[in-house]
């Protein structure tokens, strides 16, 4: 692997470190209604687990409300069962072939929860950043080891992938300091 390649396959890893913490931060409640909300929420559909958005159409209603219009009506009992038993604590309204989802506000205790869950996001979302660190940093003193590069070139691409790290982390706690004035907002 050239050093070249050892920077690109680091930065495109870290770079979906970012996008997974993007995906689990979305998941994360606020108390404001996002279409995104539901993606998790998982429902049985002839014999298969698919998310709520294939079996249905979720908009916002309003800031507090989201309605999910069933494509087919016999899906209307178990999508409203798949929301209300999952982990957000949502209480759906069934309405015939709508299914009205108020979002509960938050208490003060509640919010810092919430912001703890997103702090432990952001460290798990670090750690695996520091671990494409080591894994660059160990496949750069194996190619020194073997002659492949010498230790002044092995030097300069650890300091590329700790900028590389540095960036990253700064992304993340840019994304956790979002997260945390969002929730935190009455």
Request: hydrophobic share 35%.
């Amino acid at each position: 692997m050239s050093l070249s390649e050892i920077k690109a396959s680091t930065d495109n890893r870290m770079g979906k470190s970012i996008e997974s913490l993007k995906t689990g931060l979305a998941k994360i409640r606020t108390g404001r209604a996002t279409a995104g909300l539901l993606d998790h929420v998982q429902v049985e559909y002839y014999g298969s687990m698919v998310p709520v958005s294939q079996v249905g159409n979720i908009t916002v209603v309003d800031a507090r409300t989201l309605n999910v219009q069933v494509w087919e009506k016999h899906m209307a009992g178990p999508i409203e069962k798949a929301i209300r038993d999952s982990d957000l604590g949502l209480n759906p309204i069934s309405m015939g072939e709508s299914i009205r989802v108020p979002m509960p506000a938050l208490t003060e205790e509640r919010r810092r929860d919430l912001a703890k869950v997103v702090r432990s996001e952001g460290e798990d979302a670090k750690v695996a950043i520091r671990n494409l660190r080591r894994d660059a940093n160990d496949t750069l003193k194996k190619q020194v080891k073997d002659k492949e590069i010498s230790e002044d070139e092995e030097r300069r691409a650890q300091d590329e992938v700790q900028k590389l790290t540095d960036k990253y982390v700064a992304e993340v706690d840019k994304l956790i300091a979002q997260k945390e004035a969002e929730i935190m907002t009455v």
